[in-house]
Nanobody, 124 residues
Framework: QVQLVESGGGMVQAGGSLRLSCAAS????????MGWFRQAPGKERAFVAA????????YYAVSVKGRFTISRDNVRNTVDLQMNSLKPEDTAVYYC?????????????????WGQGTQVTVSS
Protein backbone atom coordinates (compact mmCIF):
# COMPACT_ATOMS: atom_id res chain seq x y z
CA GLN A 1 0.00 0.00 0.00
CA VAL A 2 1.06 3.54 -0.72
CA GLN A 3 -0.41 6.57 1.01
CA LEU A 4 -0.40 9.96 -0.68
CA VAL A 5 -1.16 13.30 0.93
CA GLU A 6 -1.33 16.51 -1.09
CA SER A 7 -0.84 20.01 0.27
CA GLY A 8 -0.32 23.52 -1.01
CA GLY A 9 -3.60 24.27 -2.73
CA GLY A 10 -5.37 27.57 -2.36
CA MET A 11 -6.67 30.62 -4.14
CA VAL A 12 -4.56 32.87 -6.33
CA GLN A 13 -5.11 35.55 -8.94
CA ALA A 14 -4.47 34.91 -12.61
CA GLY A 15 -0.77 35.16 -13.38
CA GLY A 16 0.19 34.04 -9.90
CA SER A 17 1.95 30.92 -8.68
CA LEU A 18 1.28 28.01 -6.37
CA ARG A 19 3.36 25.02 -5.35
CA LEU A 20 1.67 21.72 -4.61
CA SER A 21 3.40 18.97 -2.68
CA CYS A 22 2.62 15.27 -2.42
CA ALA A 23 4.05 13.24 0.45
CA ALA A 24 4.28 9.50 -0.22
CA SER A 25 4.53 6.83 2.46
CA UNK A 26 4.25 3.07 2.67
CA UNK A 27 5.65 0.81 -0.04
CA UNK A 28 7.04 3.65 -2.11
CA UNK A 29 9.98 1.54 -3.29
CA UNK A 30 7.53 -0.36 -5.51
CA UNK A 31 6.23 2.71 -7.27
CA UNK A 32 8.09 3.98 -10.32
CA UNK A 33 6.09 6.89 -11.64
CA MET A 34 4.29 9.70 -9.86
CA GLY A 35 1.71 11.87 -11.51
CA TRP A 36 -0.51 14.87 -11.01
CA PHE A 37 -4.05 14.97 -12.37
CA ARG A 38 -6.78 17.56 -12.03
CA GLN A 39 -10.54 17.62 -12.18
CA ALA A 40 -12.42 20.81 -12.93
CA PRO A 41 -16.12 21.18 -12.06
CA GLY A 42 -18.27 19.23 -14.50
CA LYS A 43 -15.27 17.70 -16.26
CA GLU A 44 -13.44 14.40 -16.16
CA ARG A 45 -10.15 14.04 -14.35
CA ALA A 46 -7.27 14.91 -16.66
CA PHE A 47 -3.54 14.27 -16.73
CA VAL A 48 -1.29 17.20 -15.80
CA ALA A 49 2.27 15.94 -15.33
CA ALA A 50 4.29 12.87 -14.39
CA UNK A 51 7.80 12.00 -13.26
CA UNK A 52 9.71 8.76 -12.72
CA UNK A 53 11.30 8.20 -9.32
CA UNK A 54 14.53 6.76 -10.72
CA UNK A 55 15.61 8.88 -13.67
CA UNK A 56 13.44 11.92 -13.11
CA UNK A 57 12.01 11.77 -16.62
CA UNK A 58 9.06 14.11 -16.94
CA TYR A 59 6.05 14.56 -19.18
CA TYR A 60 3.47 17.35 -19.29
CA ALA A 61 0.05 17.95 -20.71
CA VAL A 62 0.14 20.45 -23.55
CA SER A 63 -2.04 22.84 -21.60
CA VAL A 64 0.51 23.25 -18.79
CA LYS A 65 3.85 22.74 -20.56
CA GLY A 66 6.14 25.68 -19.98
CA ARG A 67 4.13 26.88 -16.98
CA PHE A 68 4.19 23.90 -14.61
CA THR A 69 7.21 21.99 -13.36
CA ILE A 70 7.10 18.60 -11.64
CA SER A 71 9.98 17.52 -9.42
CA ARG A 72 10.73 14.81 -6.90
CA ASP A 73 12.82 14.37 -3.77
CA ASN A 74 13.79 10.73 -3.40
CA VAL A 75 15.03 11.22 0.15
CA ARG A 76 11.92 12.94 1.46
CA ASN A 77 9.61 10.88 -0.79
CA THR A 78 7.83 13.96 -2.05
CA VAL A 79 6.71 15.09 -5.48
CA ASP A 80 6.05 18.77 -6.07
CA LEU A 81 4.19 20.63 -8.78
CA GLN A 82 5.30 24.23 -9.26
CA MET A 83 2.57 26.12 -11.08
CA ASN A 84 3.38 29.50 -12.60
CA SER A 85 1.42 31.90 -14.80
CA LEU A 86 -1.80 30.40 -13.53
CA LYS A 87 -4.99 30.88 -15.50
CA PRO A 88 -8.64 30.67 -14.45
CA GLU A 89 -8.92 27.47 -16.49
CA ASP A 90 -6.37 25.86 -14.17
CA THR A 91 -9.01 25.91 -11.43
CA ALA A 92 -9.58 22.33 -10.32
CA VAL A 93 -9.03 19.78 -7.62
CA TYR A 94 -5.49 18.48 -8.07
CA TYR A 95 -4.67 14.86 -7.29
CA CYS A 96 -1.36 13.13 -6.74
CA UNK A 97 -1.13 9.54 -7.97
CA UNK A 98 1.38 6.68 -7.89
CA UNK A 99 1.94 4.06 -10.58
CA UNK A 100 3.85 0.76 -10.74
CA UNK A 101 4.82 1.33 -14.36
CA UNK A 102 8.44 2.13 -15.11
CA UNK A 103 7.84 4.56 -17.93
CA UNK A 104 5.95 7.80 -17.64
CA UNK A 105 2.24 7.17 -18.10
CA UNK A 106 -0.58 9.62 -18.64
CA UNK A 107 -3.55 7.28 -18.36
CA UNK A 108 -5.54 7.48 -15.16
CA UNK A 109 -6.12 3.72 -15.09
CA UNK A 110 -2.37 3.03 -14.87
CA UNK A 111 -2.15 4.69 -11.47
CA UNK A 112 -2.86 2.45 -8.49
CA UNK A 113 -2.91 4.93 -5.63
CA TRP A 114 -4.43 8.37 -5.26
CA GLY A 115 -4.37 11.18 -2.78
CA GLN A 116 -7.47 12.95 -1.49
CA GLY A 117 -6.95 16.00 -3.68
CA THR A 118 -6.30 19.67 -3.02
CA GLN A 119 -8.31 22.59 -4.40
CA VAL A 120 -6.69 25.19 -6.61
CA THR A 121 -8.76 28.24 -7.51
CA VAL A 122 -7.49 30.89 -9.92
CA SER A 123 -9.49 34.10 -10.09
CA SER A 124 -9.50 36.42 -13.08
Amino acid sequence: QVQLVESGGGMVQAGGSLRLSCAASGRTSSTYTMGWFRQAPGKERAFVAAITWSSGSTYYAVSVKGRFTISRDNVRNTVDLQMNSLKPEDTAVYYCAASYTVAVVTTEGRYAYWGQGTQVTVSS
